[in-house]
Structures are given as C-alpha cells and as structure tokens.
C-alpha cells in the first residue's frame, strides 16, 4: 500500500455564490487500525484562507507549521495580508522545492480573493504532493476518498449555491463518500467563507 | 515487541508499560522500565527498536531538563509534545531515523487538564482520550471504546487498566508478564504497583 493511504483521511472544497466550503474527515489510522477521530486537517491560514492537507499525518503537522512560518513572513515583511491566489503559490513552491522527497500531501484549498474593487471572488485550487496546482471553478477533492468523493460531488454540486446550500451539499457529499471508504470517515469538519463570517460546524458520521 | 497503554481520567493520566527487556526469542531482562518522568508533571512511555528507545529518550529528558534549567519552569505538555514531534519528523528524512514510539501523559498546571498524546515514529502527533501501541493496541483499544469514561476517578482507571493487561494476557501468544504503572495528577508523578 502507498504512504498516501497509511493514515487515511479526505477533503473536499466547493464554491458557491459569493461563499465557499472546505471539509474534512476526522479519522486518523495506522491503516487499518483507527487511532484518532479527532484529527482536523484543515487549517486557518489567513481570515479568509483555509487550507485541508489530506496524506501522510507527520506531513499534515510539518507543512502546516512551515506554511505556517512562511505565511507569517510574508505578513510581517509586506505588511499585508495573503491572498488565496498567492497563497497557492507559496503552498506550490513549498512542495515543489522537496521535489525528490516529497511531503506526502495533497492540498487543498478554499478562500475569497479580494478584487480591486473592493469585493470578493470565491477561489479554490488543489495541488499534486509535488506541487502541480489545479485550478476548478466547481470543486476540489484529494484523500483517500477521492475517487468517491468526485463521484458524489459531480451529482450534488451545482452553480452559484447560497452559504446554507452550500454546507447541505458539501457535508452530504463528504459524509456520503467517506462511508464507502474504509480509511476515512469518524466525524467531520465543515468551514463555510463567506465575506463577513467563518461559520465551522462539527458533523457526527458513522462510527464504523 | 513492547506493549503501552495510556488513558486519562478526572484529573489524571495513567501510563502502563511492560517490563520485559527480550533479544529475539530469549527475555534478558524483567524489570526494565520503559517510561521516563520528563519532567515534575510530565510522563513519557517509549516502545520500538531497542538502542534507539533509550537513546531518543535520554536525548528528549537532558533537553527539556535543559529547558527547565535555562528558564526555571519546564514545558507545559502541548509545547513538550511538539518539541518531540518535531524532533522524531526532522530524525525520520535523516540518515539514520530513530524508530522510536511514544505516549505522553502529562498534567498541565496551568489549565489544570491531563494531556495524553500519541506519537508515532514518523512525528506523528495526535492529542487522545486513551492509546496504546505495539500488538496490545489490538486488543486494549477496543476495550477503552467501550469502558473508558473521561470522568472517571483513579481506582476506576486502574480498573480499567487492568481489564486491558488481562485481555492481552489472555489472547496474545506472547503476552508480556509484568507491567510498570505511573500515574501523573495535580501532585506529580508517582508509581503505582497493580
């Protein structure tokens, strides 16, 4: 088995109008032996960035800290805040620097991009472990649930969802997706980004 | 292979080792004691690939009572779980990666909770009501899913404990005979004999 599916775990990011949505599972394994159902892998990057890094647990934790430290680097020397688009970038480079060693992530990535005008565009984008973005104007999937995962998502989504509709069909997507995949699953997290607020919710699944 | 527990209860975290020092199939030794106090509130029980054990444990108790030293106050858990994270993480893409796994009990004082996390030799972390490692996970995990209780008072942890040693006495072909138990609350840590 590949060390992509040694701990198990799987994200998801959708748009919607003027929103997006980002989940994750909660299981962490040593294959098939459950050993956390409280292991979040998404993470606040900015106020209107998150970012879900689906893989290898010990890289979960590692890439977290050092785009952790790179972010706030650029915080501190531009004095401005990153935007998502940018910050894809940083998360592209990082991975494509340990290019012949890779982390063995998968990130994903949901957030508003501020226009010069003023207002927001929804963004989200995916990467390979080395670094390869994808960008999707609908959704992004990565994790050991990936295959169904898109399954799911390519019947649920539709354009231009509202925040509430949004989470309806993101958790449904994911809890309905991770049932069918034995490495991931035990509980999700679901972050819904709007302009004005962060809405996270917890969501029971099957314990099974 | 070596066999951990480790749960947490009202204001307290347990952690069980067995004792037995084996080379292949011969047991050298049955009162080794594989759990080091790393600090006045801070436990740590380590399994894996003998020499490296012992090494990254001496490695990881001289830093944080470095740490203690330089600043007059040790490591809060959460920090001192990170630190050995980060360590196992950078040892793992290095020439020679310590396999080393760990469980850390501790008790913050700050916020008066016990802490236990699960460390694997990767620099995988993951904060945990209960966990275990080697082939008694197999069995204890299940039975902490169903008797372990967040709120429950020391004889009941032990009680629980007990129920965990006694199932893999029983089903494992090579069940470990002896286990050491240390136990860190508000007041330290101490031993405690089953």
């Excluded at chain 1, 020397?77 to 894809?88: A, D, L, S, V, W």
């Excluded at chain 2, 292979?1 to 047991?27: C, E, H, N, P, Q």
């Amino acid at each position: 088995m590949s060390i992509m599916q040694y701990n198990g775990g799987s994200t998801i990011a959708m748009v919607g109008k003027d929103c997006v949505a980002i989940a994750c599972d909660l299981r962490l394994g040593n294959q098939a032996l459950g050993i956390s159902s409280n292991f979040e892998k998404i993470f606040a990057m900015t106020e209107r960035t998150y970012i879900g890094l689906p893989g290898l647990a010990t890289d979960v934790t590692t890439l977290h800290e050092q785009l952790r430290y790179r972010l706030n680097m650029y915080t501190i020397k531009e004095e401005r805040t990153m935007e998502p688009e940018t910050f894809i970038h940083l998360v592209s480079s990082t991975l494509y620097e340990k290019r012949w060693g890779p982390y063995f992530i998968e990130p994903v990535l949901a957030g508003l991009q501020r226009m010069p005008g003023g207002s927001f565009r929804p963004f989200i984008a995916s990467t390979d472990l080395i670094g390869c973005i994808n960008f999707a104007k609908d959704f992004v999937v990565a994790g050991t649930a990936s295959e169904k995962l898109f399954g799911v998502a390519e019947g649920l989504w539709e354009p231009d969802l509202a925040p509430e509709d949004l989470f309806e069909t993101i958790s449904q997507t994911l809890l309905n997706a991770v049932d069918r995949d034995a490495y991931s699953g035990w509980g999700a997290v679901v972050y819904v980004i709007t302009e004005d607020k962060v809405i996270k919710r917890t969501l029971k699944g099957r314990m099974d | 292979m070596d066999i951990s527990f480790a749960l947490t209860g009202k204001g307290y975290v347990i952690v069980a080792a067995d004792t037995t020092a084996a080379r292949s199939i011969v047991k050298m030794k049955s009162d080794e004691d594989k759990i080091k106090v790393l600090s006045p509130h801070l436990l740590m029980a380590f399994s894996g690939e003998p020499g490296d054990t012992v090494n990254f444990a001496e490695y990881v108790e001289r830093n944080l009572r470095l740490y203690h030293i330089r600043h007059t106050y040790a490591l809060r858990p959460a920090s001192a779980a990170s630190w050995i994270r980060r360590s196992l993480a950078e040892s793992l893409r290095s020439r020679s990666p310590y396999a080393v796994n760990l469980l850390l009990g501790g008790y913050d004082t700050a916020t008066h909770t016990p802490e236990l996390y699960w460390v694997d030799y990767m620099g995988t972390l993951t904060s945990v009501p209960f966990g275990a490692h080697g082939y008694g996970s197999y069995f204890a995990l299940s039975l902490l899913d169903r008797y372990h209780d967040p709120e429950a008072n020391l004889e009941e942890g032990l009680a629980t404990l007990r129920r965990c040693i006694d199932e893999v006495s029983k089903r494992l072909v090579v069940s470990p005979g002896k286990y050491k138990v240390k136990v860190v609350d508000k007041d330290g840590v101490r031993e405690i004999e089953l």
